[in-house]
Structure formats: structure tokens, C-alpha cells
């Protein structure tokens, strides 16, 4: 089993900037990949950035080159600097962690730009 909690959220002006953590706690040995999701209303939960175990980064194409997934593996912690935000990035974002074929989730942090 692996638990997960996000952190960071917020109300931020378009080209503002957050950063966002997700802590993992429990079987963290076997988990392989972490990435942040984001669900706006109405909307499907869509992948933002992953980062594996290797520290391999991968970036939906409407954020590459504004947000950085990172991690602290001492920590067991991963973050997204999220930087030039936009008001279409305003949704829940989520954390996921993959170990051994199994997704957990966390319970999401809301993230809202807007002037």
C-alpha cells in the first residue's frame, strides 16, 4: 500500500506561480512512477507530468516548458513548479504514484488562476 497527500495550491494572478508537493508514504520501494493529474469541471483527468524512479521527466504538451516535476527522493516527495499559469490551468490537481501496476491517488488541491 502507498499513500499519498498533496500540498500547494492556491489562488494565483495568470503568470503567477505555485508550487505543488506530493509526499508518499507506506511501500515507497516499489513504487516506479509519480505524476500529476488535473481535472477542471466538467472535464476528463488528464496527465500533466510524470517523473519515474529514475528521475525521467515527461510533460504534457500544454504545459512544456512552463512546469518542472521534480523529486526528492530523500523525502519521498515529489513537486510541480508551476510557472506562466494560465487561467485554463485552474482544476484539481492530483497526485498519483505507480507501484506494482496499481495507481494511488491523493485527494487533490485545488488550483485556481484567475485576476
Known amino acids: 500500500q502507498v499513500q499519498v497527500v498533496e500540498s500547494g495550491g492556491g489562488l494565483v494572478h495568470p503568470g503567477g506561480s505555485l508550487r505543488l508537493s506530493c509526499a508518499a508514504s507506506g511501500s515507497i520501494f516499489s513504487i516506479n512512477v509519480m505524476g500529476w493529474y488535473r481535472q477542471a469541471p466538467g472535464t476528463q483527468r488528464e496527465l500533466v507530468a510524470a517523473i519515474t524512479s529514475g528521475g525521467m521527466p515527461r510533460y504534457s504538451e500544454s504545459v512544456k516548458g512552463r512546469f518542472t516535476i521534480s523529486r526528492d527522493s530523500a523525502k519521498n516527495t515529489v513537486y510541480l513548479q508551476m510557472n506562466s499559469l494560465k487561467p485554463e490551468d485552474t482544476a484539481v490537481y492530483y497526485c498519483?504514484?505507480?507501484?506494482?501496476?496499481?495507481?494511488?491517488w491523493g485527494q487533490g488541491t485545488q488550483v485556481t488562476v484567475s485576476s
Open positions: 498519483n504514484a505507480n507501484a506494482g501496476g496499481k495507481g494511488y
